[in-house]
C-alpha cells in the first residue's frame, strides 16, 4: 500500500498515529547492534550444540575447576576499518568463513580446529554482532576457550568488550554437559585479535578492576601495548604478550602462547613461545619478533 492508497482511507488522525508506529518500527528495525543487556550476558542467552538455539541457564551449575579463556575476535574489514586494503574475500568483516583472522589458514577458527591440542566441541552463530561463536576444548587438560568472531564493522563494540572483560565486568555463560561456564570477566586470561581500532577511533570510559581475580591478557594488534595500556592500567590486569609495532595477529602467535600458557610457564616463556611462533611463520629472525612481542608493562 501507498501513502495515496492510506490518504483516501484514513483521516488525518489515523495518518498520524500510522506515522508515529513507522517510525517507531524504523527506528528498531535500523538497530543492528545488540543492546549492552544482551552481550553483557547475565544468565539469559548461551551456547548449546544445536547452531542456532540458545538456552537458558540461570538453574545449572558452574564448573568450578576447569579454566577459561576468552578470546575477541574483530573479524578483519576493509569497509569499515582503518587498514591497508587486502583481498576483497579475507576482507569481507560480515563473511567469517574466508576471513583472514577467522575462516582462513592462519585464522583463529581454521587454526585451532586444526590443532593436535585444542577439539572444537560446540559452535553458533548467535546475530549479526557476533556472527559465529566457538567452544574448544583442550585435549589433556581442563581448559576451555570461548572464540568469538565480531562483525567487522562493530570493531569498536569488540574492543569495548575486550575491555569490559578484561576489568571483570562482562560475562560470558555457555551451557555444556549439565553445567554452565563462565567466560568475560570470569577468565582467567582474555585475548584481542585484529586491527587496533584504537588508532582510529578514541574510548573515554575507564574500565576499572570490578574484583581482586587475576586476569591475564594477550592483545595481538598493532601497537596494542601503546594503545591498549591507558584503558587497561586500572582493570588490574597482567599483560602476557602484547606489541610495539606493527604486526600480523594471526592465529600462530596465540596457539603457542596458550601452549606455555597451559603449562603454567611464566609470562616471559609464554612471551618467547609466542616470538618463536611469529618469527617461524612470518620468516623474520626471532630478535626481531621478540621486539615486537613483549610482556608485562
Known sequence: MNALFFYRWFDARALFGIGILMAVLWVCSCNQVPREGLSTVSASL??????????????????????????????????????????????????????????????????FKKSAEWQLVQSERPDSLIIERLLFKHKTQDVYLLAEAYNGQYIERCTRDFLSASSGALQRRIAKDGTFLSFGGQSELLAYIGHDGLMDFEISETFAARNTRKRNTIILACYSKHYFSPHLKQAGVEPLVWTTGLMAPEA??????????????NAEAIRTRAAKAYSRYQKCSEKAARGLLVTGW
Open 46 to 111: 548461551f551456547l548449546q550444540n544445536d547452531l542456532t538455539k540458545l538456552e537458558v541457564v540461570d538453574s545449572l551449575p558452574q564448573a568450578d575447576s576447569a579454566r577459561m579463556i576468552h578470546v575477541f575476535v574483530a573479524l578483519c574489514d576493509n569497509q569499515y576499518q582503518g587498514i591497508v586494503p587486502v583481498p576483497k574475500g579475507i576482507g569481507n568483516g560480515q563473511d567469517p568463513a574466508t576471513n583472514l583472522y577467522w575462516g582462513c589458514g592462519f585464522g583463529i577458527k581454521t587454526f
Open 252 to 265: 600462530y602467535t596465540l596457539h603457542d602462547a596458550l601452549t606455555s600458557y597451559v603449562a603454567g610457564e
